[in-house]
């Protein structure tokens, strides 16, 4: 059969989501926090929402910066967090005693992943006018943006835990749009 086009991985500006993490106005409190916490999340480490919502406390390593997610087909990887990213999850789980799932809604449960979805479009939809406004595409903003900054492609792969290159290569289309430019 004739291959089929593969659509592009949409994702979204630097300058926009710089504007979203420092300039879009968050809610007060936990619910605020939270949710500012869930975007910079999904965009520094390029997770899935499946993995951010099971993301328990005991999970974060402090020492090591790195967070452990549990991916597709039950593997596990470790994801470098930044010194920043660090300090706004451990002052968020001081001020809020969280003791089991890092992101919980008010009465102290797992996330569901429609909320997640909603809380996602609704700040997506404040800086950018792109269509799709869902975590996948902080996902693939994650890694546009990580490749056009110079980071190695298999480095990439491994983060995102694709299970072979081909799957991250998808990326590298908007790389050279961008090279072009």
């Given amino acids: 059969s004739p291959k089929s086009k593969k659509r592009l991985p949409v994702f979204i500006e630097e300058d926009q989501i710089e504007n979203l993490l420092n300039k879009v106005e968050f809610e007060e409190g936990f619910i605020g926090e939270r949710n500012k916490l869930i975007i910079e999340m999904f965009y520094v480490t390029g997770i899935r929402l499946s993995e951010l919502i099971n993301i ?3 999970s974060i390593d402090f020492e090591k910066k ?5 991916g597709k087909r039950n593997k596990e990887r470790l994801i470098p ?7 706004e999850l451990e002052n968020f789980i001081k001020k809020h005693h969280l003791n089991h799932f890092l992101f919980t809604n008010l ?10 979805y909603r809380v996602v479009k609704k700040y997506i939809g404040e800086i950018s006018s792109v269509n799709k406004k869902s975590p996948h595409i902080l996902r693939h903003t994650f890694a546009t943006h990580m ?11 491994e983060l995102l835990g694709h299970a072979n290159l081909s799957a991250t290569q998808v990326y590298t289309h908007n790389t050279f749009e961008k090279l072009k430019s």
């Fill in 147 to 157: 490749l056009n900054n110079g980071a190695d492609i298999n480095a990439i792969k």
């Fill in 66 to 70: 790195l967070v452990k997610v549990l």
């Fill in 81 to 87: 967090l930044t010194g920043n990213m660090l300090k």
């Fill in 107 to 116: 009465d102290g449960n797992k996330l569901y992943t429609k909320l997640v």
């Fill in 56 to 58: 328990k406390i005991t």
